[in-house]
């Protein structure tokens, strides 16, 4: 565990884990940045959303950009992170996963925190559509899960010069058991009410559109009703779904803390010790971490928070962070 090279402190009146963590999409202004959007479309037909921004030279480096749960590429965290990598002259390009960018998906699976198959192959497409540019990837919660899976699978192959993920649920099942305890609560019933709504959305696409495979697909799932907890929609709809037995067998599965020791890639980690997503049991020992990667635990900052400054003047740390970091394994 290497101490940061900057100690984050939260801003004045926003130390609190939950202020931290509530702060990005409750309170924070809109980052206005403009943006090209490609479709992806994928093997088994479905398609992925990219918003590009930055520099459109061949050469310019390129950095991957991953939402958590439920977000896209309009989370406050990722046009901030953009912005900060375009104001350093790289390029990024934003993901939205399966179903995210406003439009449902065309299949009745989804994302999920294991999707790493769909990371390779955007990972593919973005090397040969710029074969001059380095290639980096940052991800996270969900996201940041997704890309420290895909680099322990596929190891000095993994297709990126340098990997940031920040506020990373390791362990899913003991990150389910946690968000169902005291103020985390409030997280749990919004992801709820979001992922419910995603599926009832695309029943509702299914249905206008006359795809009847992808109806009685989701119909097999039964009812949508009385589903308060992650091993409730996991064990009811992502384990289906995906090929998974059931909530267990996918976390078991999907969780990247098991990968953490096959990793070749530069990585650096960043995380809270007050993350309300994430007991701190749930966080990685040193040996269980490549060479090559390199872990940040701040006191402080919640799940994908680190407000600095002051509420006046907020300033946000990852967006320094993770650019410095890339510059420097760039360099």
Not at 45 to 53: A, N, P, Y
Not at 98 to 115: D, I, K, Q, T, V
Not at 177 to 204: L, P, T, W
Request: with cysteine.
């Amino acid at each position: 565990m290497s101490a940061s090279s900057e100690r984050f402190i939260p801003a004045f009146g926003l130390s609190n884990p939950h202020l931290q963590t509530l702060w990005g999409p409750l309170w924070r202004k809109t980052v206005h940045i403009q943006r090209e959007r490609e479709r992806l479309w994928l093997e088994d037909g479905d398609f992925l959303d990219l918003d590009w921004h930055g520099p459109h030279t061949a050469d310019a480096p390129l950095v991957l950009v991953l939402h958590g749960l439920t977000g896209s590429s309009n989370s406050p965290y990722v046009a901030g992170v953009q912005k900060a990598l375009a104001d350093q002259g790289w390029a990024s390009v934003a993901l939205n996963w399966r179903g995210c960018s406003g439009e449902p998906n065309l299949l009745p699976r989804s994302y999920h925190s294991g999707a790493s198959e769909d990371l390779a192959e955007t990972i593919k497409h973005l090397r040969a559509k710029r074969p001059l540019a380095p290639l980096y990837a940052v991800g996270y919660s969900l996201g940041g899960n997704v890309l420290l899976k895909h680099l322990g699978e596929t190891g000095s192959a993994s297709g990126v010069l340098g990997a940031v993920a920040v506020s990373v649920p390791f362990r899913l099942d003991q990150c389910a058991d946690r968000i169902g305890q005291g103020f985390s609560k409030v997280y749990q019933a919004h992801f709820m009410r979001e992922m419910v709504a995603y599926i009832k959305n695309k029943q509702r696409q299914f249905q206008h559109d006359g795809r009847e495979d992808g109806l009685a697909a989701l119909a097999a799932l039964g009812s949508l009703e009385n589903m308060r907890t992650f091993w409730d929609f996991d064990g009811r709809v992502t384990a289906p779904l995906h090929g998974f037995n059931d909530a267990e067998d996918y976390y078991r599965r999907a969780s990247s803390r098991y990968f953490l020791g096959e990793i070749r890639t530069p990585t650096l980690i960043i995380q809270a010790a007050d993350d309300p997503f994430v007991f701190p049991h749930s966080l990685p020992s040193a040996n269980e971490l490549s060479a090559s990667t390199a872990f940040e635990l701040q006191a402080r900052g919640g799940h994908v928070g680190f407000v600095d400054g002051s509420v006046r003047q907020p300033g946000y740390y990852l967006e320094r962070r993770i650019p410095q970091w890339l510059a420097s394994v760039s360099a």
